[in-house]
């Protein structure tokens, strides 16, 4: 086994954690809802192993694969927070097959995504990443796009 694909039990995940193996067997697998305006399919399959357990967030053709008392392997898959609560993917680089092993017990009690988790802040692609408004630029009297000086109007 190479270092690539070294697994980690479920307990030891973090947030925002990139570049996870994990094995686990899934208990419940929730109903399959649909999102942006009815072009995908994601559902929320519960995942553990002896350690703890986490959500695994199933999209679109993975949502009808998988069914309760498979045990998954996640190479390359990712940590994310999704409303306060942490949730392991695939991703869009990761992948996910059924394996032939066995895993006896399931701690349910440690579910990792029921520990509230703070969500990172995301700077959008405008003036908040170039940090203008960490910088003060808009009490200097700048728009808020970094460049041009604003307009008063004589009232």
Same mark, same amino acid.
């Given at each position: 086994?190479?270092? #690539?694909?070294?697994? +980690?039990?479920?307990?030891?995940?973090?947030?925002?954690?990139?570049?996870?193996?994990?094995?686990?067997?899934?208990?419940?697998?929730?109903?399959?809802?649909?999102?942006? =305006?009815?072009?995908?399919?994601?559902?929320? #399959?519960?995942?553990?192993?002896?350690?703890?357990?986490?959500?695994?967030?199933?999209?679109?053709? *993975?949502? #009808?694969?998988?069914?309760?008392? *498979? +045990?998954? =392997?996640?190479? /390359?898959?990712?940590?994310?927070?999704? !409303?306060?609560?942490?949730?392991?993917?695939?991703?869009?680089?990761?992948? #996910?097959?059924?394996?032939?092993?066995?895993?006896?017990?399931? /701690?349910?009690? /440690? /579910?990792?995504?029921?520990?509230?988790?703070?969500?990172?802040?995301?700077?959008? !692609?405008?003036?908040?990443?170039?940090?203008?408004?960490?910088?003060?630029?808009?009490?200097?009297?700048?728009?808020?796009?970094?460049?041009?000086?604003?307009?008063?109007? !004589?009232?």
């Amino acid at each position: 086994m190479s270092l #690539a694909e070294e697994f +980690v039990k479920i307990e030891s995940l973090k947030p925002y954690a990139r570049s996870v193996n994990v094995k686990g067997k899934i208990v419940k697998v929730g109903e399959a809802r649909v999102v942006s =305006q009815g072009e995908h399919r994601v559902a929320d #399959a519960l995942i553990g192993d002896e350690t703890g357990c986490i959500f695994l967030t199933l999209w679109d053709d *993975d949502v #009808a694969k998988y069914a309760e008392g *498979d +045990v998954v =392997q996640i190479n /390359n898959g990712h940590v994310s927070v999704f !409303r306060g609560s942490m949730r392991l993917s695939a991703g869009r680089y990761g992948t #996910a097959k059924k394996i032939d092993e066995t895993i006896p017990t399931v /701690n349910t009690e /440690n /579910n990792l995504s029921d520990k509230v988790v703070e969500e990172r802040r995301e700077y959008g !692609r405008g003036y908040e990443r170039r940090g203008y408004e960490r910088r003060g630029y808009e009490r200097r009297g700048y728009e808020r796009r970094g460049y041009g000086r604003r307009r008063y109007s !004589r009232e």
